[in-house]
């Protein structure tokens, strides 16, 4: 998708993810796949409002362009999500410490926009459970599909069967940024995420 993007993106999505709320969250209820010893896993958000203002681009292609081509992998009509506060975010990864959760998804279409170039054997890399049943990180690499991230590439796919989580980087200097875009179909419509997804992450329904 980079022949798509607006001239100086890659400069814009530095200067957003630099203010990053980078810290060690709590499992997701629900929806973590993290072994039971695991109590938080340390990774960096830029939260949907923030998006909207510095990156007002990936915001029109979540509800123009990339709505469509999410709309093309469905037989049924894809909706973007009608709160602002989790439609479209960036999760940001720096150093070798920071990884993504161990999940599942809540919502029936995910469209991910990777925003950084990661060699091979570098880290980063997305990895998808063949497993249903994967409860950990080690019980997901078990038996699993790696997709490394590559600036531009963006994918849909449905992550409420299949554990997934994002690999560490391997380099204390590097940077790993993908753009997350949650979709709702009607036969799963936004009306079904989790009550206690939202009050975890924002104190209510």
């Not at 990774?43 to 123009?64: E, I, N, S, T």
């Not at 449905?158 to 554990?163: I, N, V």
């Not at 979709?183 to 799963?188: A, Q, R, V, W």
Request: proline share 6%; net charge negative.
């Amino acid at each position: 998708m980079t022949d798509q993007l607006p001239e100086g993106w890659r400069q814009d999505v530095v200067a957003v993810a630099g203010e990053a709320d980078c810290r060690d969250f709590p499992r997701t209820p629900v929806l973590s796949r993290e072994a039971q010893d695991v109590p938080h896993i340390a990774r960096g958000r830029v939260h949907a409002d923030q998006v909207r203002q510095g990156l007002p681009w990936l915001y029109q292609f979540y509800r123009g362009n990339f709505l469509k081509l999410a709309t093309s992998t469905r037989s049924e009509l894809v909706m973007p999500a009608s709160d602002e506060r989790y439609g479209v975010v960036l999760n940001v990864q720096r150093g070798t410490e920071m990884r993504f959760e161990c999940h599942i998804d809540s919502n029936p279409l995910t469209g991910l926009l990777f925003l950084t170039d990661h060699a091979p054997d570098t880290g980063g890399e997305l990895v998808f459970a063949y497993d249903p049943n994967a409860a950990s990180v080690a019980a997901v690499e078990r038996d699993c599909t790696v997709i490394r991230p590559r600036a531009g590439l963006l994918i849909f796919f449905d992550g409420r069967r299949h554990p997934h989580y994002a690999r560490a980087l391997r380099s204390e200097s590097d940077v790993r940024v993908v753009a997350v875009m949650n979709f709702y179909t009607e036969s799963y419509p936004e009306s079904t995420r989790p009550s206690e997804l939202n009050r975890h992450l924002y104190g209510d329904a």
